[in-house]
């Protein structure tokens, strides 16, 4: 096939396309197959890859959503999920028609009646004001006067405290803009509020609960598997990123200019005892841990990747189906291990070990199961982990479901606007998202906890998983 001396693209005028077509045709096809390769190149930049989040692809780029496989809702025969009846009744009302409302005719008056039940928010809500009328009593031990503390807000606050942990919650928790609070507090409750204000009032409670912060730190270092993860945030409109570091109770977030093992070291400031379970990136390698399991479901995905968007070749196609069989067999059999004899699942995780090896060890030659082989040889010792270890999954979907809610706030906000801003942010987060996890009330627990620190000075702790019942 010849190589011609001219730039084969869009610039191509009339007199090169003669040129090329004079030339016979294998210059005629060559051109056309460079031209093949530039369209294609291009659809699969604007299509972007399979690691491609879903928001950054155009709807009508995206594949066409697989149909419902099942019928929502309970299954015929099922007793039907309703809203409980209410505890307390308020206010009775009687409805009785005075004329037929369709003919308009006389009615016969019947002792048959229904009841239903409805529940609103008061149409004429408003703040409750409390003057406080504090005693200042002369102590002759102390030589001072003192006074009982007022323990429904922060000292010399004018916002009590189910107001400002209520704003919090909306904020940092739930991605409501902070003009959006104002207008709910403005025009519904009846309160007027300012954004100055409750950013200066969500920074002193932060504060108050920052050894919150640093006991979800502790208690997830001492996880027996903890799965972290990261996406990018910014700050005053600079790159920085968001960590997640997350068990089945506890949520740590930490906002940082590095994704690298700078801020790894902030966050792992001992030797981790437990498994670490992460992608594939590479700042991982440097914590100090027990062990660590590399999520299976990003190698598959990276396999579709090359599949849909690289040009393959028979070498990598046996390479792949190899790689897929032996994840699935994994898989498998790591779901069978509670109806496996023992000494039958010792020996058959044994065998994905030297199977992994086997792979690893033929002379594959395609560039793209070079770079896989590569890879896997670098992890090899975190690729079956899960199998080995109770309670370690094969994949972080964990830590990638519990980071979503922050990157949607992220998508409302577009991150923050100071070092200060990003600090409360993850602090709130944290302590929001693992109160979730632990089944209780945010708003009430804070609440409660901050009535306790006005009235002693002391935090009580971090409160643990409450039992389901």
């Not at 693209?9 to 051109?31: K, N, T, Y």
């Not at 016969?108 to 529940?119: A, D, K, L, V």
């Not at 904020?171 to 104002?182: F, V």
Request: with cysteine.
């Amino acid at each position: 096939m010849p190589v011609l001396d001219m730039e084969v693209g869009p610039a191509l005028s009339e007199q090169q396309a003669r040129e090329i077509f004079a030339r016979g045709e294998e210059a005629v096809v060559f051109a056309l197959l460079q031209l093949a390769k530039m369209v294609a190149q291009k659809t699969a930049a604007a299509a972007g890859s399979a690691s491609t989040p879903s928001g950054m692809k155009a709807p009508y780029q995206k594949p066409p959503a697989s149909k419902r496989k099942k019928k929502p809702g309970r299954k015929p025969g099922h007793e039907p999920a309703r809203r409980a009846v209410p505890d307390r009744i308020d206010h009775r009302e009687t409805h009785q028609a005075d004329c037929c409302p369709d003919c308009g005719g006389p009615l016969n008056r019947c002792s048959e009646t229904r009841t239903r039940y409805t529940e609103d928010i008061p149409e004429d809500i408003q703040p409750k004001v409390t003057e406080h009328t504090i005693y200042r009593d002369w102590c002759p031990n102390c030589k001072k006067k003192v006074e009982k503390p007022v323990t429904a807000a922060l000292p010399k606050a004018t916002l009590g405290n189910r107001v400002l942990v209520l704003t919090a919650w909306l904020h940092y928790a739930l991605g409501n803009t902070l003009s959006q609070i104002i207008e709910v507090f403005n025009f519904h409750l009846q309160m007027k509020i300012s954004g100055g204000g409750l950013i200066a009032m969500w920074y002193r409670l932060q504060e108050v609960l920052y050894p919150w912060y640093e006991q979800i730190q502790q208690q997830a270092l001492n996880a027996a598997a903890l799965h972290a993860d990261e996406s990018g945030w910014r700050v005053n409109g600079k790159t920085h990123w968001l960590w997640c570091f997350a068990d089945r109770f506890s949520t740590f977030f930490m906002i940082d200019r590095s994704r690298g093992s700078p801020a790894l070291e902030r966050f792992f400031i001992k030797e981790f005892a437990g498994t670490l379970v992460t992608d594939f990136w590479a700042a991982y390698q440097a914590v100090e841990c027990a062990l660590r399991q590399k999520c299976l479901v990003h190698l598959l995905r990276d396999l579709e990747d090359v599949d849909d968007y690289k040009s393959t070749t028979a070498d990598w196609d046996l390479f792949a189906k190899k790689l897929r069989r032996l994840i699935g067999d994994a898989i498998r059999l790591w779901r069978r291990q509670e109806e496996l004899p023992e000494e039958v699942y010792d020996r058959r995780r044994c065998q994905m070990g030297y199977r992994l090896m086997l792979l690893i060890s033929e002379p594959w030659q395609d560039a793209e199961a070079k770079r896989l082989v590569k890879r896997l040889n670098r992890y090899y010792d975190d690729i079956f982990t899960f199998l080995y270890q109770p309670g370690v999954p094969f994949e972080n979907n964990h830590a990638e479901r519990t980071i979503r809610p922050a990157v949607i706030i992220r998508k409302n906000s577009y991150g923050n606007r100071s070092d200060q801003g990003a600090d409360a942010q993850a602090v709130f987060m944290s302590i929001f998202h693992t109160l979730k996890k632990r089944r209780h009330n945010p708003i009430l627990t804070i609440t409660a906890a901050l009535k306790t620190y006005l009235a002693t000075g002391k935090l009580p702790p971090l409160p643990d998983a409450a039992s389901v019942g």
